[in-house]
């Protein structure tokens, strides 16, 4: 059943599917999936979930099959009850917590401001996400709030696939990643 056990990311093995874990610092399980490629799985995790930057430590056990992995995570759900994976809800429908990011928000969002002040970003610079965010100790997503929450007409980036490049506020701003503007500490979003 099971083809190996292990800490960290594994590249893709031919026909079989990986269960992966992921653990916070104190060892609480945030959340467990199944993918054929991990890293090509966690690459997405890492840009869209605002828990990311939680994470401590992970496992990854590979199976032979698909249904057997996806048995395993079902399992998994069910009895080790990670933080933030759906949950059928026993009336119907699906539960599942959210992390709330709204400190991580704020916190991301003035040190943006601080480092613009300061130069440390500087107008033209490509500023790579996730790089950022490991910084600041947030999560991409939210770092990529803390964008749009920058003030209008004083600086302005676009986005470049995962990238933004800061701009000057006078360039004009690509209109298909206008957003509106949202407040914290209670994120409005849509």
């Known amino acids: 059943m099971t083809a190996q056990v292990g800490p960290g990311?594994?590249?893709?093995?031919?026909?079989?599917?990986?269960?992966?874990?992921?653990f916070d610092a104190?060892?609480?399980?945030?959340?467990?999936?199944?993918?054929?490629?991990?890293?090509?799985r966690w690459r997405q995790h890492e840009n869209a979930k605002n828990w990311w930057h939680l994470i401590a430590r992970s496992s990854v056990t590979w199976f032979e099959s698909r249904s057997g992995a996806e048995a395993e995570e079902a399992?998994?759900?069910?009895?080790?009850r990670p933080l933030y994976n759906a949950r059928k809800h026993p009336e119907g429908g699906w539960e599942q917590l959210r992390y709330d990011?709204?400190?991580?928000?704020?916190?991301?969002?003035l040190k943006l401001q601080c480092d613009l002040a300061d130069g440390t970003l500087l107008p033209g610079q490509r500023i790579f996400v996730t790089r950022l965010a490991s910084q600041y100790g947030v999560s991409a997503s939210t770092l990529r709030?803390?964008?749009e929450?920058?003030?209008?007409?004083?600086?302005?980036?676009?986005?470049?696939?995962?990238?933004f490049v800061a701009r000057e506020?006078?360039?004009?701003?690509?209109?298909?990643?206008?957003?509106?503007?949202?407040?914290?500490?209670?994120?409005?979003?849509?």
């Open 145 to 147: 709030w803390a964008f």
């Open 26 to 40: 104190d060892d609480v399980l945030l959340y467990v999936g199944i993918a054929t490629n991990v890293t090509k």
């Open 169 to 190: 506020a006078d360039k004009p701003r690509d209109i298909r990643y206008a957003r509106k503007r949202v407040q914290y500490p209670r994120v409005a979003r849509w």
């Open 75 to 80: 399992r998994s759900v069910d009895e080790e």
């Open 149 to 163: 929450l920058l003030p209008i007409g004083t600086f302005d980036c676009s986005r470049k696939g995962l990238v």
């Open 101 to 109: 990011d709204s400190a991580d928000l704020e916190r991301a969002h």
């Open 9 to 22: 990311k594994g590249a893709p093995i031919a026909g079989r599917t990986a269960v992966y874990r992921f």
